[in-house]
């Protein structure tokens, strides 16, 4: 009985450090978001420079469609953008933007001039109105909207083509079953 | 002396560095009251360990603005709140709510300090106990004059 006693604060020790090895292995900026299986809240964008019509969560019903948040300033959305001007170029899905937090008017259209433009719509997003709509903490992140308009998943970071094969294309594929 | 006097004057007058910009700052003290209160507990998701009120980060602005519009469209402090939680979730408050997920959150710490303090208790109770069941057991003779002398009550 008095052995235990001497074991114990080892037995303890083990489980919280188990505990923290676990938590270290996990991404601390890859938060949970609440808005899987909810209903894109409403948001309503203008349109960027050089376009006549903006985005509103009113366009996500019908279709089953991906929203993608993106910036000029954003490197990551720079990696991420050939893969999106092949999706467009496939016509696999419509892909919606959120052209969040231009510093100036022009930067948005500049940089889909330089690099493509595989939006089929655009809002202009200067005080992050979308963006927190959608519970965004940076860019890029990519939400696969169903034809309801109910949000169904959400990708941190830039879509690569093996996330785009092993989650993002199957789920959109299951959406459209129904 | 002046001198001294003078830096030591402007450096208490020297405001921090506050976040807020005074462009964000609503005309109603009352409300920018409620709205400084309500950001402190909010938590800026691009640096997670600040608040939104002392964020310099460009969405813990936006959300300061966010937060200061509710307010005027006439929102509780609590729908605001509800309002942030429902898109960014329980993670943006900077005190966890209390729900069976986080009660190994709050019960915890004093689970744990009252174990430490039961310990404590049982390890002074058990040596009181132990110090008075061993009787010292009395000195012999020699150890008896050995002691006097030492102490020096006789002449050795």
Known sequence: MKRVIYILPLAAFVVIAAYLGVGLTRDPHTLPSV??????????????????????????????SLVNVFGSWCVACRIEHPFLMRL?????????????????RQAGPAWLARFGDPYTLIGDDPE?????????????????????????YKHIGPITPEVWESTLWPLIQELRKG | MKRTLTILILVLLAMPAWAV??????????????????SKDLRCVVCQNQSIDDSDAHLARDLRVLVRERLVA????????????????????????????TYALWFAPPLIAGLGVLAVFFYYRRRRSAGVAVEP???????RKRVERLLGDEPP
């Open chain 2, 21 to 38: 910009q005074p462009g964000e700052m609503l005309d109603d003290p009352a409300l920018e009251a409620r709205a400084r209160t309500i």
């Open chain 2, 137 to 143: 057991r009395p000195l012999t003779e020699e150890q």
């Open chain 1, 35 to 64: 808005l899987i299986d909810q209903e894109v809240p409403p948001f309503s964008l203008a349109a960027i420079e050089g376009r006549e019509k903006g985005f509103s969560s009113a366009d996500l019903i019908g279709e089953v």
């Open chain 2, 74 to 101: 006439g929102d509780s402090d609590r729908e605001v709140v509800d309002y942030v939680v429902s898109r960014y979730g329980d993670f943006v408050l900077l005190t966890p709510p209390f729900k069976p997920a």
């Open chain 1, 128 to 152: 992050s109105k979308g963006a927190i709509a959608f519970g965004v903490s940076g860019a890029p992140e990519t939400f696969i909207v169903d034809a309801r308009g109910v949000i169904r």
């Open chain 1, 88 to 104: 467009k170029d496939d016509n696999v899905v419509p892909i919606h933007g959120i052209n969040w937090r231009e510093e100036n």
